[in-house]
């Protein structure tokens, strides 16, 4: 069966431009999350959701970061006005529901933020 | 709060040795921890998982772990390795609860490097 997909694989942007990165979960799998992975600081949490609400927005580093999630499927990160720390690997993962459940990981969008 | 250490980042050793991947945790509630995988350029695979019950973990690839609660310590080892073994091993806790429930919390990585 299909595991998690995102895209794009790679994404490279110039400083002050909008991404968007994708992650296709799992089919049927209600929890989504958010990491992302750092040579400074390393595998982060980010945000997840369960179905389309986001009980938990701790691990978004600023405001320039968001995220949504519609039909309890596709989950959308965006980040404006990108900045060069924000290059990293993004990493989603999803779950059959929340708590402590295997969490099945995307193989990640690299950013480059020039 | 939770948070996970591990000790060494790099772990050399020849193929068929023995090798311990270190992890120490702190946890103010109930514990759950985990060991992931990360090939080069892939995303992360679990290994094992501790829950609840027996504190030897046995998982994928001929891994095992042992939770230790006085020593805080969660050791992945593996009595022979392979070439293939060479990775990024990864040790995580589950959110303790709340609205962080099920969120993973990861070490710094160990790279594993196995030589010929």
Request: contains cysteine; neutral net charge; aromatic residues 10%.
């Amino acid at each position: 069966g299909a595991g998690v997909s995102q895209s794009p694989s790679n994404k490279v942007t110039e400083k002050g431009k909008d991404v968007e990165l994708r992650c296709d979960p799992i089919s049927g799998h209600t929890a989504l999350y958010w990491y992302r992975q750092s040579l400074g600081q390393g595998l982060e949490f980010l945000i997840y959701f369960q179905g389309n609400s986001a009980p938990d927005k701790s691990g978004l580093p600023s405001d320039r970061f968001s995220a949504e999630r519609t039909g309890g499927s596709v989950s959308t990160l965006t980040i404006q006005r990108t900045q060069q720390e924000d290059s990293a690997v993004y990493l989603c993962a999803s779950s059959k529901r929340t708590g402590h459940n295997e969490q099945f990981f995307g193989p990640g969008t690299r950013l480059t933020v020039l | 709060a939770q948070s996970v250490t591990q000790l060494d980042s790099q772990v050399p050793v020849f193929e068929e040795a023995p090798v311990e991947l270190r992890c120490n945790y702190s946890s103010s509630v109930s514990v759950y921890l985990f060991w992931y995988v990360q090939y080069p350029n892939q995303g992360l695979q679990l290994l094992l998982k501790y829950l609840s019950g027996s504190t030897l973990v046995k998982g994928i690839n001929g891994f095992e772990a042992e939770f230790n609660k006085s020593q805080t310590s969660f050791h992945l080892r593996k009595p022979s390795v392979h070439i293939s073994d060479t990775a990024e091993y990864f040790c995580a806790v589950s959110g303790d609860g709340g609205t962080s429930y099920g969120k993973l919390t990861f070490g710094q990585g160990t790279i594993l490097t196995v030589h010929p």
